[in-house]
C-alpha cells in the first residue's frame, strides 16, 4: 500500500476528481489503482476566498515495489506505515497474583490507561472523584442555570474528565511514532463517534456525543473485568521506603477521602490539571513536582458568520466546508506570546470553575458547530518566574491562578457571573457599561466592566497590541462590539510531577503521573496517548514483578 499526501482538489471537486489526480500523481492508468482509501482530508484556506481540499490517501495500485522506487525522492509517496495496535503483555491465564492496578482519575488519560489495562486483562480499579457522567451534567447546568457550584462535580471534575463538555477537538501535535492516536480514534469510533474523525485532519465530537461515548467505554472496561467507582476521592498515598534504592520510597496503595484504604503497587495519578488538593497532598507527600509555564488571558467572541467570511470569502456558510477557526500568534513588542487557544467554531463559552469563589472561562460546542458565535481564548504565556511567592515553590502558579479566578469573581459580582468588555471599549482602555450586537454566552451570564484589573499590566499590554495584529489574519477581528469574557486560566497544568524513562515519578516506584495534570498532554488525544503509553510501561512492570523478575 503506497500513502500519497498533498493532493490538492478544489472544494467542488466531484469524487471521481480524486481517483483521477491519484492515477496523475503516480503516472499510471486509472485500473492499475485496485482500491484507495482517505487517510486525511483537510481544508487549505490560507488563500482567503480560494480554500480547497488536500488529501492524504492510500492506494493498493500495480507495481508497488517499482512505483517506491521511481518516488524515492518524493516526500508526498511513500509506503503507507501498518498502524495497527498490538499489546505489548497480557495477563497470565490464571489471573494476578499481585495487587490491581489503580487509576486515579477517569478523564481520557485514565480512561484510555484503563481500557488498555483491562484489554491486556489486568483488571484495573478506577476512582474518580466525581459523579457519572449524567448526573454530572446535572451538576454542571447547576452552576450554568442556577449559579451553584459542586465543587466535586462540575465541568473539570466527574467521569469523562475536563473535555467532556467541550468542542471535542482531537487533533494534537505531539510525536507519535507508534501511532497511539490511531488507537484512540479506532476506540472513540468504537464507543460512538462518527467514524470522519479517522479521516478528517481536524476532527472534532461535540460535548453531545461525547457524553454516551464515556459510558460506552466505561461499559467495556467494566465488561473485561475492571471496576469504576465514583465519587472517590483519593485523599493520600501510602508510601515506603524503597530498601533497595536509598532516597526512593516505594507505593504501597492510597487511602481514600472516605478513609478507607486500596492497596496497589502500580498506580497511575490521571488527576487533570485541577486538582488543587490533591497537588497540594502529592507535595506534602514528597511526590517530585515542579512549577511550569501557562497562559492567562479572555475569552473571545465574534459573530461566526464575521469568521466564515474572513476565512472563507464568497465560498463562507459552504457546509463542505463547516464553521471556519483560527490559528493565532503575535509576538508583543514586551516580550510575551499572545496566541489563541482551544477555539471553538459555532460554539459557547463556558464557566470552568472547581473552585468556590472562582471565575473561569472556556468553550465548548455541539458537533453541528451552529451556535451563532464563534470563541477562542486569547491568552499570554506566563513562566514561573511571574507568579510570586518561595522561589522554586512548585505549587506558585496555582495560587497565581487563584489570585487572578477569584478577582474575576469578584468583578463578574460574587455570584459566578463573570466579567466582560466590548473589544472597542479594552482598546480604548474605558469600561463597558453595556454590551452591542454581539450577545455574549456565557452562562449563568456576564458582567459588563473594565477587564485591564484582571490580568497583571505587562498581559493587559500584550493583548491590547495583539488584538489589532490579529485583525490583518482575520477581517473584523477587533470589531468593537466582540466581546471579552475572563478569565482564561486552565490552560495547561501549572506544575510538571518529572518522570524516568519507565514513566515512573522519579522519586515513587510505582507511581505513574501522567497526562494533563502531570504536564505530559494537552488535550483529549494527546492524554489518550499517554494513558496508552502509561498502560504499557505499567503492564509490563507489574508482570516483571509478577514474574519475580
Ligand atoms: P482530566 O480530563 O482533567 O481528568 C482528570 C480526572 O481526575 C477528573 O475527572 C477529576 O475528577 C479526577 N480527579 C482529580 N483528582 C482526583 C482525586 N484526588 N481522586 C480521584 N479523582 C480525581 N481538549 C481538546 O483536545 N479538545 C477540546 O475541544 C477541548 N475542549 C475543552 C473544553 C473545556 C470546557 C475544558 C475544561 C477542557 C477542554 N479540553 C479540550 C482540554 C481537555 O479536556 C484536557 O486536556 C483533557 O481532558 C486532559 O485529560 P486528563 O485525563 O489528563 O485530565
Not at 497544568?493 to 505513574?512: A, E, F
Request: hydrophobic fraction near 40%; include cysteine; aromatic fraction near 6%.
Amino acid at each position: 500500500m503506497l500513502r500519497i499526501t498533498e493532493l490538492r482538489l478544489p472544494i467542488d471537486h466531484p469524487p471521481e476528481a480524486l481517483p483521477a489526480a491519484i492515477a496523475t500523481r503516480l503516472k499510471v492508468p486509472g485500473k492499475d489503482i485496485s482500491r484507495f482509501t482517505i487517510f486525511r482530508q483537510s481544508v487549505d484556506a490560507r488563500r482567503v476566498g480560494a480554500p480547497s481540499f488536500i488529501y492524504a490517501v492510500d492506494v493498493e495500485v500495480k507495481r508497488e515495489a517499482e512505483l517506491l522506487q521511481r518516488f524515492a525522492a518524493d516526500p508526498h509517496v511513500s509506503a503507507a506505515p501498518d498502524m495497527t495496535y498490538r499489546f505489548v503483555a497480557q495477563a497470565p491465564a490464571g489471573g494476578l497474583k499481585t495487587p490491581r492496578p489503580l487509576i486515579v482519575g477517569f478523564g481520557p488519560c485514565g480512561i484510555f490507561a484503563a481500557l488498555v489495562l483491562a484489554q491486556m486483562g489486568l483488571r484495573p480499579i478506577v476512582v474518580e472523584r466525581g459523579r457519572a457522567v449524567r448526573e454530572r451534567t446535572q451538576d454542571t447546568w447547576g452552576l450554568w442555570r442556577k449559579n451553584t457550584l459542586n465543587p466535586e462535580s462540575n465541568v473539570q471534575f466527574g467521569e469523562g474528565g475536563a473535555g467532556t463538555f467541550s468542542d471535542g477537538k482531537l487533533y494534537s501535535q505531539i510525536r507519535d511514532p507508534q501511532h497511539h492516536g490511531r488507537k484512540v480514534l479506532t476506540e472513540f469510533v468504537k464507543a460512538g463517534a462518527p467514524a470522519e474523525i479517522l479521516t478528517l485532519a481536524k476532527p472534532h465530537i461535540g460535548t453531545f456525543r461525547l457524553v454516551s461515548m464515556v459510558e460506552t467505554m466505561r461499559h467495556e472496561i467494566e465488561a473485561l473485568g475492571g471496576e469504576i467507582r465514583f465519587e472517590q476521592r483519593v485523599a493520600d498515598l501510602l508510601l515506603q521506603d524503597d530498601p533497595a534504592q536509598p532516597g526512593m520510597r516505594r507505593l504501597r496503595g492510597v487511602r481514600l477521602a472516605s478513609g478507607e484504604e486500596i492497596e496497589s503497587h502500580h498506580v497511575v495519578l490521571a488527576l487533570g490539571h485541577s486538582a488543587r488538593d490533591t497537588f497540594a497532598m502529592l507535595h506534602e507527600a514528597g511526590v517530585a513536582m515542579e512549577a511550569k509555564p501557562f497562559s492567562v488571558g479572555f475569552r473571545i467572541e465574534h459573530p461566526q458568520s464575521l469568521i466564515d467570511r474572513a476565512r472563507y470569502g464568497r465560498h463562507a456558510g459552504d457546509t463542505r466546508l463547516g464553521a471556519a477557526d483560527y490559528k493565532l500568534v503575535h509576538h508583543a513588542s514586551n516580550g510575551r506570546t499572545v496566541y489563541s487557544f482551544c477555539m471553538c467554531p459555532g460554539g459557547t463559552v463556558v464557566a470552568a470553575t472547581s473552585e468556590p469563589g472562582c471565575v473561569v472561562t472556556n468553550g465548548m460546542s455541539q458537533y453541528s458547530r451552529n451556535e451563532r458565535n464563534a470563541n477562542a481564548g486569547i491568552v499570554v504565556n506566563v513562566s514561573p518566574a511571574d507568579f510570586g511567592g518561595e522561589p522554586g515553590d512548585p505549587l506558585a502558579g496555582i495560587a497565581f491562578q487563584r489570585r487572578l479566578e477569584a478577582r474575576a469573581f469578584e468583578l463578574g459580582g460574587g455570584n459566578y457571573e463573570a466579567p466582560a468588555q466590548r473589544v472597542g471599549d479594552f482598546l480604548a482602555g474605558r469600561p463597558s457599561t453595556q454590551l452591542g450586537e454581539v450577545v455574549p454566552s456565557y452562562k449563568p451570564g456576564v458582567r459588563p466592566t473594565d477587564l485591564s484589573t484582571a490580568l497583571p499590566d505587562w498581559a493587559i499590554a500584550a493583548l491590547r497590541e495583539a488584538i489589532p495584529a490579529f485583525e490583518k489574519q482575520i477581517k473584523g477581528f477587533s470589531l468593537p462590539d466582540a466581546v471579552l469574557t475572563g478569565v482564561e486560566t486552565r490552560t495547561s497544568s501549572p506544575l510538571r510531577m518529572p518522570r524516568g524513562d519507565d514513566l515512573q515519578s522519579v522519586n515513587v516506584r510505582g507511581l505513574y503521573p501522567g497526562g494533563e495534570g502531570a504536564g505530559y498532554a494537552g488535550g483529549i488525544l494527546s492524554a489518550g496517548v499517554d494513558g496508552i503509553r502509561i498502560a504499557e510501561a505499567l503492564a509490563l512492570d507489574l508482570l516483571a514483578a509478577e514474574a519475580g523478575g
